[in-house]
């Protein structure tokens, strides 16, 4: 706003003493009455006011006690007229003898536009400005609204951007209001660094962090574009990290950030005071509630004797101790931890304190920021209600929760005074985010070939937490669709109920002579029995059919098992299973794990109902253990049985079948027992199967020090080993079950006629020795392993390249 005031605010009333003549060149204010020739407000002259009325104008010039206006209310009429914002210039003079008021008036905004503006949409920007079409033109609005602009460019990342607001006038006194706008590239992280780590290399804290360094695939995410706030977030990140390791002593001093115009990008700086690493030399639990027995709280500690300490187990264990302690009927019950430490041995004993806490209610629950998210979805995250006790824990845990949705880009529960002292307001301040999902993805499998898949998903379906998803699979030896629905409050309870539509059809290939199809729907219930440990319940039905291409369905070209085709002309089978999958995970990571422990031990019964009957039971172990330098080791154990039940006879498609799933360096199928009677256009048979297998492996993991950390790239050294044997399927026609041992060579009439089973299995214990290349890329987890066998079968099928997506195999 123009407005030139030469009057200093101490001494506006000797300024005003001056009556006779205005002060040449000054914009506001010459002279107006002496006290001795004071006037009311009615006798102010108005002049060039257009759309503002003059009494308007008068109002704000109010008489003191004697009701006329002295020098003290026109100093506060003027500063009240220059805050409304409405005149970009304002002047007082005296004309014989009464105070005369000339305005120039605030244009009129006709139009706001912008211009040059590519990423950010224009409705993004009109809700951040406050100067608005048919409102007045304030200039230091305008600067200010520019400066809001260039704000929300910098949280996107472009801090490169520049803003210059343009004021088109036209007739009438209105403007139009034109804000150019250079966008700029988006400003990336050039580097970061850490200074004073010394237990934990700077690679492996990169891991812990969410920003990342710009890098060739930067533009398939928004990790390296540099984020204060996000850079903030990180430090506690680092911070949580070296507390669950046992350096209860750390601090992360600051997160120096620095603008590098040649570079065009931010180095960042962590600077890290690491202390000392603990170990826990006891744990105690004491009550001063004396009908509470601290030690029946025992058994709810995280935390062991000789372990490192760890703040995080300290956090489960306060929460769960908690939880019991209200549950037995201690609503007010707190758990605080004391934690003396011995600086010469550098240990910790640990004492849980179990205290009487404040008599605090919660009186409401405030839910503010979900636009798209149903009240009812963020509430059932919470074990406590209004009118319930408030137990920070329990609020804790809800915060946790609505973070693990991944529905929220922000999530803060605060606490303010209720209408009472013993009352307490919880306000749930939530930032949505984008719970969507399109996928169009092309590639390669060696088992699958050319694939190609359309997917869509969507989190948060219809705002009200669920989960649904689409997908249509194209490939040359693959394809099929799946259609997936997840609701993980089944009736209000914390119950996941899950339902799944699918067709696949798996084509002939290099490794299997015929093709399948199968078409079905399952359904499933999963519960949290603990936070590590997960059982699933589920029925499946499905529908399963075999076909041969027409160049082979000739049983004279001998290319085809008698199995398949005794499948083929059985026609398609039902199958009705029920099943379950206990699950233990302690995994740090389940997409890029670096310690814990993964166990999961799965049954399905097939029988209930449908054609097919038999008992599958697998179990899988990996455990994953840090070494040296980064360099993570992993151990695997996995077995399966597959056992007949009642008279029926296991059909072949019903075994486990085995290749680099169970042993690198082979094909898909390409172990165990085989139909070496059937010499084809894919070599000795059909891949048999079996009803045992086992195996194990080891394997260490490394990163490649050399390249930046962003490249997700890290090199792996395996070994395996395994078996898979008995096939108990069909044999001769009308002798189905009889073991591979009995089956003796088959006769060339036989062969002629499809009449027997030349089936080979000498129980032979495959191994491998190779290495691999892990890639947490922008699309996924990708792996290529190459391995070369150690001892095979002499019909097995050697594959000792494989590409597939997985961290394992």
Known sequence: MKVGLRVLRGSIVAALLSIAAPLAGVTVVTGVATPALAQSASSIIVEGNRRVEAETIRSYFRPGPSGRLDNAAIDDGLKALIATNLFEDVRLSNRGGR???????NAVIGRVAFEGNKKLKDEQLSVEIQSKPRGTLSRPMVQADAQRIVELYRRSGRYDVRVNPQIIEGPNNRVDLVFEITEGKKTGVASIEFVGNHAFSSYRLKDQIKTRESNLLSFLSSGDVYDPDRVEADRDLIRRFYLKNGYADVQVVAALTEYDPQDKGFHITFKIEEGQQYRVSSVSVESTIPSLDANSLRSFSHVSVGSVYNAVAVEKSIEDMSIEASRRGYAFAVVRPRGDRNFENHTVALVFSVQEGPRNYIERINIRGNMRTREYVIRREFDISEGDAYNRALVDRAERRLKNLDFFKTVKITTEPGSS????????DLEEKSTGEFSVS?????????????????????GRGLYAKAAVQYGQYARGYSLSFVEPYLLDYRVAFGLDLFQREQLHNSYYSYDTKTTGFSTRLGFSLREDLTLQLRYSFYRQEVSLDQNLFNPFTTAVSLPVLLEMQQG?????????????NTLDNNINPTSGLLAELKQDFAGVGGDVTYLKTTGDVKYYQPLVSDIVGLLRVQGGILNKIGNDNLRMLDHFQMGPNLVRGFAPAGIGPRDISRWGAYGYGDALGGTMYWGASAELQMPFWFLPKEVGLKG??????????????PAFPGGAGVPVSLLGRCSSAQVSTTACLDAFDNNAIRSSVGVGLIWQSPFGPLRFDYAIPLSKGPYDHVQEFRFGGGTTF
């Open 421 to 428: 002292s013993d009352r307490v307001i919880l306000n749930v």
């Open 99 to 105: 105070l005369v008021v000339s305005v120039v008036e």
């Open 572 to 584: 398609a089978k039902n199958t009705s299973l029920v099943g379950y999958t206990l699950t233990y």
């Open 716 to 729: 792996a050294i395996f070994a395996d080993v395994g078996q898979l044997s008995d096939y108990k399927g």
């Open 442 to 462: 092309a590639g390669y499998s060696t088992s699958d070939g050319i694939l190609g898949e359309v997917s869509v998903a969507e989190r948060n379906f219809l």
